[in-house]
Antibody
C-alpha cells in the first residue's frame, strides 16, 4: 500500500509563505486524487484542497482560496501545497491523503505542523 | 465548529463496548457513504470503516459501522487498551462540494 510523508512545516510569521511537500512511497500515484486536510490541535479535521492524478480537478476551501496553490510532480512522486499570505488561523497539522474525489477510503500521511506566529 | 457532530469523548473498561455517534444532514450523511478513521498522536490516521459498514482487510471485526438517515455510528466491541485513540467520521458533502469531518472522539480505556 502506498505510504505518504509530508514535510516542509515549521514556524512562519503572519504574511509569510511555506511550501509543503507530500512524497509517496511508490510510483506512480495512479489514477486517483490527492487531498490536503488540516487539523488544529484538539479540533476536527478540515479539508483544504484536492488535485487529480493528471493535475486537473483542482479545488480549494474558501478559507484558503487565492492564497494556497496545490500542484503535483508525478515524475518525482511528490505533491505540493504552496501557502502564501499565511494567517494565524492557518496554524494546524497539515495532512496529505490519497483517495477518490469524494475522499473515500483515504490513505493518509502522518502530517506536518505549520505554526503561524509573530 | 465541525460540520458533523461527534461526542468529544467516550470511555469504557477492557472488554466493554463503546459506541461513537456522528450526526450530519441530508447533504452529507443523508446522501453519501461514511468513512471512519482511527488517529493516534503523531501517526497517520488509519481507515477503519468505509462505505458505512465495510472493514478494510486487517481491521479487526471488533470494529463495526452503521448508518441510518443522517446519522452514523462506530461501535468498538471487546475494548482493548490499544484502542485508545481519536476517532473521526468523514463524508462527502454535496452542498459544500468537499468532504466534511466530525470533531473527533477521544476514546479512553479505563
Amino acid at each position: 500500500e502506498v505510504q505518504l510523508v509530508e514535510s516542509g512545516g515549521g514556524l512562519v510569521q503572519p504574511g509569510g509563505s511555506l511550501r509543503l511537500s507530500c512524497a509517496a512511497s511508490e510510483l506512480p500515484f495512479g489514477s486517483n486524487w490527492i487531498h490536503w486536510v488540516r487539523q488544529v490541535p484538539g479540533k476536527g479535521m478540515v479539508w483544504v484542497s484536492r488535485i487529480r492524478s493528471d493535475g486537473t480537478g483542482v479545488a480549494y476551501a474558501d478559507s484558503v482560496k487565492g492564497r494556497f496553490t496545490i500542484s503535483r510532480d508525478n515524475a518525482k512522486n511528490t505533491l505540493y501545497l504552496e501557502m502564501n499570505s499565511l494567517r494565524i488561523e492557518d496554524t494546524a497539522v497539515y495532512f496529505c491523503a490519497r483517495a477518490n474525489r469524494y475522499f473515500d477510503e483515504a490513505v493518509w500521511g502522518p502530517g506536518t505542523l505549520v505554526t503561524v506566529s509573530s | 465548529q465541525s460540520v458533523l457532530t461527534q461526542p468529544s469523548s467516550a470511555s469504557g473498561t477492557p472488554g466493554q463496548m463503546v459506541t461513537i455517534s456522528c450526526s450530519g444532514n441530508a447533504s452529507n450523511i443523508g446522501s453519501n457513504t461514511v468513512n471512519w478513521y482511527q488517529h493516534l498522536p503523531g501517526a497517520a490516521p488509519k481507515l477503519l470503516i468505509h462505505n458505512n459498514i465495510q472493514r478494510p482487510s486487517g481491521v479487526p471485526d471488533r470494529f463495526s459501522g452503521s448508518k441510518s438517515g443522517t446519522s452514523a455510528s462506530l461501535a468498538i466491541s471487546g475494548l482493548q487498551s490499544e484502542d485508545e485513540a481519536d476517532y473521526h467520521c468523514a463524508v462527502w458533502d454535496d452542498s459544500l462540494n468537499g468532504p466534511v469531518f466530525g470533531g473527533g472522539t477521544k476514546v479512553t480505556v479505563l
